[in-house]
């Protein structure tokens, strides 16, 4: 049995896809640390100024959606990449 040209092309255009889907999951490394980060703020700038608990909150939660979009994004990349995959189409023999 003999593989195609159009055989190996899919074979790695796939390899490469899913290479290219674990390198988009890491942004959630980095969403993760600054979510942290700004939740460990909120919590310091609160036990400073107990008064002014509502705005550090409301503009950390602003802050924390913001930077979960990174998250989101990547995710997105990566299901596009492993499930629909549209450049396996670009492959010719």
Known sequence: MEITSIETGRAFVLGCSAIGAGIAMISGLGTGIGQGYAAGKGAEAV????EARGTIMSTMILGQAVAETTGIYGLVVALI???????VGQVNG
């Open 47 to 50: 036990g400073r100024q107990p």
């Open 81 to 87: 990449l492993l499930l629909a995959n549209p450049l």
